[in-house]
Nanobody
């Protein structure tokens, strides 16, 4: 069973930065892509960013220029560097790994942007 563990969330002031980590129990190159999603209470889980096996990255329009997804193959870890954070970035952030139509999710990490 694939295990994915997110970390790095917390409380940060507007304009601040956080770096999330997603540690995967398997070789991350086994997956077509690994990405980050976020969810606020009462709303659907939304796409934030992804990186595919070839290294191509994609971002939601709302985070382009502020967030950067990266990976460390040796550590089987995917990161999300979040800069210039806004209150509307407050959410639970989840990591997801994909093999074709099969998705594996982590348990999520809370990010709160507030003064």
């Amino acid at each position: 069973q694939v295990q994915m563990v997110e970390s790095g969330g917390g409380l940060v002031q507007p304009g601040g930065s956080l770096k999330l980590s997603c540690a995967v129990s398997e070789n991350i190159f086994n997956f077509n892509s690994v990405g980050w999603y976020r969810q606020v209470p009462g709303k659907e889980r939304d796409f934030v960013a992804s990186i595919n096996v070839g290294g191509r990255t994609d971002y939601a329009d709302s985070v382009k220029g502020r967030f950067t997804i990266s990976r460390d193959h040796a550590k089987n870890t995917v990161y999300l560097q979040m800069n210039s954070l806004k209150p509307e970035d407050t959410a639970v952030y989840y990591c997801r790994a994909n093999i074709l139509s099969t998705h594996y999710w982590g348990q999520g990490t809370q990010v709160t942007v507030s003064s």
